[in-house]
């Protein structure tokens, strides 16, 4: 089994902070990408940040130069630093990782956590 725990979630008025904070563990061999992934209501899932094992980070326009993401590789922690927040930022924001994982052979895969609350609202 694999396992993502998400935090750092809650509410927070428009312009403000907010760092999430994503730990996997479990039954992993390595990880290469970890991302987070937003949902509203009456959405699809939608990326928000990826980071690759080589240490690229990709951004959805909409948060560029607000969100920043960054990993602790030998923590398997993966963090989402939000500023200047805005109400259409709220959303459930999820964690996601994908690598190789073993439960007696190895497989390719990818799991996601399950998900924390992010409401800006004044």
């Known amino acids: 089994q694999v396992q993502l725990l998400e935090s750092g979630g809650g509410l927070v008025q428009p312009g403000g902070s907010l760092r999430l904070s994503c730990v996997a563990s479990g039954y992993i061999f390595s990880i290469s990408t970890m991302g987070w992934y937003r949902q509203a209501p009456g959405k699809e899932r939608e990326m928000v940040a990826v980071?690759?094992?080589?240490?690229?980070?990709n951004y959805a326009d909409s948060v560029k130069c607000r969100f920043t993401i960054s990993r602790d590789t030998a923590k398997n922690t993966v963090y989402l630093q939000m500023n200047s927040l805005k109400p259409e930022d709220t959303a459930v924001y999820y964690c996601?990782?994908?690598?190789?994982?073993?439960?007696?052979?190895?497989?390719?895969?990818?799991?996601w956590g399950q998900g924390t609350q992010v409401t800006v609202s004044s």
């Open positions: 996601n990782a994908e690598g190789t994982f073993h439960t007696g052979t190895y497989y390719y895969g990818d799991y």
């Open positions: 980071h690759t094992a080589r240490g690229s980070a």
